[in-house]
């Protein structure tokens, strides 16, 4: 079992940057890989990043790319999601979500490949 809560969204300038947390409890936090997902208005959710349970793999998505930085902490079972260059196209509820199946673009960029997520947690990027 493993619980997810997501912090750090808010509302920022074009151009601006955030940091997004997930915290998880569980004491396999360092089994799973983790990704971050956002749901903006009138779209699907879709995976913006990912990283596998060792930081040796990770996926960003072409639109994030060069721009958002995923990365996590073991011991403090946390994952992190550094977003810079913020466009009012990364608008959305940015989640967290848990897989423990293997590492690659197919089952990554499924939501339907993750077992547990968060509640979500708002960024708005202001024009």
């Known amino acids: 079992q493993l619980q997810l809560v997501e912090s750090g969204g808010g509302l920022v300038q074009t151009g601006g940057s955030l940091r997004l947390s997930c915290a998880a409890s569980?004491?396999?936090?360092?089994?799973?890989?983790m990704a971050w997902f956002r749901r903006a208005p009138g779209k699907e959710r879709e995976c913006v990043a990912a990283?596998?349970?060792?930081?040796?793999?990770?996926y960003y998505a072409d639109s994030v790319k060069g721009r958002f930085t995923i990365s996590r902490d073991n011991p403090k079972n946390t994952v992190y999601l550094q977003m810079n260059s913020l466009k009012p196209d990364d608008t959305a509820v940015y989640y967290c979500?848990?897989?423990?199946?293997?590492?690659?673009?197919?089952?990554?960029?499924?939501?339907?490949?993750?077992?547990?997520w968060g509640q979500g947690t708002q960024v708005t990027v202001s024009s």
């Open positions: 979500a848990a897989s423990l199946l293997g590492f690659s673009r197919a089952v990554v960029t499924g939501n339907r490949n993750y077992s547990y």
């Open positions: 569980g004491r396999t936090f360092s089994s799973y890989t």
């Open positions: 990283i596998s349970w060792n930081a040796g793999d990770t």
